[in-house]
């Protein structure tokens, strides 16, 4: 069969952009490597879609509808490798229909006049720029998009983001002009100082990076034809960091170099802008993050798998080295700090769980519910290893331990400061009487209030023992420190134990002198030798 392409391309022309007739015969191209049958088919549809002039999106439509017939057609031939080829090459020509054009649209068709378009979408690793398929919907608007990799370097942040309505105003009043794009992004990464800011980081960047060093940018930037981010500071900023810090490596660089993003096409309206903004900042995302709990045990389950390939118990340097491999495999960074934290409470939690299901015979999963409910609390139950800390002492009396446990359960702790207190309770007959009495009791106000109560008693009998213990401790101090040899100053005692002595003793004469001023009496410091 013989194509009429000059009929077809006349036909083509009322379309109202000339890019599209010319791409016209590219599209008949790629349908002749198939069969004249499809270059009829795909005529056909050029046809119905021409008899009268059609905006630039009702073209882009039609050029939608050719490219998958095309796409169509090649895969009943069975040959998956043409039909590929043909694939990548139809998605190209569109994603460049759409994203090549310029200058304002037709009056009359409710479309904004543009002035500059900025290409920002390329090539990479093989992947070209395509379109969003199915368009994607914001606030309730189906808006095109078109996808692909773009440089992070090339992405300039968006000064109108009310995120740093705040921020700007500071840096306007102070400088007496907008940000330029580096000063922006100094911002962001809380590097530019402004007044009442406090957090060293606000905007949680180094968080957010560490999550895209290990997994990629997980949601496409959303960026104007202009090139305008209009979604997407926080991981523009996050990419940024990445590149510019000594915390990753190479690997972790590439994949924050390009990022996958999604642009507008040259159709979008004032509206779809709108709609994107509000549907990514004001709707809520419904997305509801991992309990402390979960999180903490699939990172204690990693450790004891770490551990059970060792062939004997790893020493400190070597765990060390274990804890910064794990934190950086959950993006928590090269500070171990939170993997530490996560593997005490969960050795905590657990106990608990053991003593709950296999002492009390309570249901296992109801057990689980109160250890995810009342995790944090575990954290409170692991700090104070040494003598005269919480775990120390609850480590020390295993029935003391199963109170709290069961004070737990029966939530029957107001809030987890009193965990605290708890210290104070230990080798304390009468306090530990009181917590038991709480555990019977079957009001749980009321043994809240006991709780409350018998912590509060032992926290200020503390106090008070100091207090009156002061002038025995100083004056077994004052006599030790006198019969120390001078020698012991220069080869036993540290340096930076001295120190502290010297700044203990300075503000002791600090407290006196406000002492004998209160009292009208001279500041000399007089000594009894």
Same mark, same amino acid.
């Given at each position: ?39 009829? @088919? ?14 630039? =999106? @009702? ?113 306007? @009043? ?8 580096? @000063? ?12 009442? #800011? ?7 960047? #180094? ?30 900023? +996050? ?38 903004? #509000? ?21 204690? !389950? ?22 910064? !491999? ?24 657990? !106990? ?5 299901? =296999? ?20 954290? =409170? ?9 919480? +775990? ?41 009487? !009181? ?18 109560? #018998?912590? +509060?008693?032992?926290? +200020? ?69």
């Amino acid at each position: 069969m013989k194509s009429n392409d000059s009929n077809i391309l006349k036909g083509a022309t009322v379309m109202k952009n000339d890019y599209f007739s010319a791409a016209f015969g590219e599209v008949l191209q790629i349908a002749r490597r198939i069969s004249n049958d499809v270059v009829a @088919e795909v005529e056909a549809i050029f046809k119905k879609g021409i008899e009268s002039p059609l905006t630039e =999106e @009702e073209s882009n439509d039609l050029f939608r509808q050719v490219a998958l017939t095309i796409r169509k057609r090649a895969q009943e031939r069975g040959d998956n490798e043409t039909a590929r080829a043909i694939g990548e090459d139809i998605d190209k020509l569109i994603a460049k229909i759409v994203t090549k054009r310029e200058g304002p649209t037709n009056a009359g068709t409710g479309r904004m006049s543009r002035q500059h378009t900025t290409h920002l979408i390329e090539n990479y690793n093989g992947i070209t720029p395509t379109h969003v398929i199915p368009r994607p919907w914001f606030h309730g608007k189906e808006i095109p998009m078109i996808s692909g990799y773009i440089k992070t370097a090339d992405i300039q942040l968006w000064d109108n983001n009310v995120r740093l309505d705040i921020h700007l105003g500071q840096f306007r @009043e102070k400088y007496g002009r907008k940000p330029t794009p580096q @000063e922006l992004l100094d911002i962001m990464m809380s590097n530019l100082q402004l007044p009442g #800011v406090t957090d060293d980081d606000q905007f949680k960047i #180094v968080e957010l990076a560490r999550s895209i060093a290990n997994n990629g940018v997980k949601t496409p930037p959303i960026i104007d034809i202009d090139g305008t981010l209009l979604d997407g500071n926080r991981r523009i900023t +996050a990419c940024n960091y990445i590149l510019n810090s000594d915390e990753f490596d190479a690997r972790q660089k590439k994949r924050a170099e390009y990022i996958f993003a999604w642009q507008l096409t040259p159709d979008a309206t004032d509206e779809d802008r709108r709609s994107v903004v #509000v549907s990514l900042n004001f709707e809520p995302a419904h997305k509801q993050d991992w309990p402390t709990y979960v999180k903490a045990q699939k990172v204690y !389950e990693d450790w004891q798998a770490m551990l059970a390939l060792q062939l004997r118990k790893p020493g400190p340097p070597l765990q060390a080295q274990m804890k910064k !491999e794990l934190s950086l495999k959950y993006a928590l960074g090269p500070d171990t700090a939170v993997v530490n934290r996560y593997i005490k409470m969960v050795e905590w939690a657990s !106990e608990f769980e053991d003593y709950q299901i =296999e002492e009390k015979k309570k249901d296992k999963y109801t057990v689980h519910h109160k250890a995810s409910e009342y995790f944090d609390y575990f954290e =409170e139950l692991s700090k104070g290893t040494k003598p005269g800390g919480v +775990a120390f002492c609850l480590n020390q009396d295993e029935s003391f331990k199963k109170i709290v446990f069961d004070l737990l359960f029966e939530d029957k702790f107001k809030n987890w400061n009193l965990i605290r207190d708890l210290k104070y309770i230990y080798n304390n007959n009468e306090y530990l009487d !009181e917590l038991r009495k709480a555990r019977g009791e079957q009001d749980t106000d009321k043994a809240q209030d006991i709780v409350e109560g #018998v912590c +509060a008693r032992a926290r +200020a009998d503390r106090a008070e023992r100091k207090i009156v213990g002061a002038n025995t401790r100083i004056e077994t101090f004052i006599k030790w420190l006198e019969e120390l040899p001078v020698k012991a100053f220069r080869d036993e005692i540290s340096e930076i134990n001295l120190q502290k002595l010297l700044d203990a003793l300075m503000l002791v004469n600090k407290y006196y002198e406000g002492i004998l001023k209160e009292k009208g009496q001279t500041t000399d410091v007089k000594t009894t030798s």
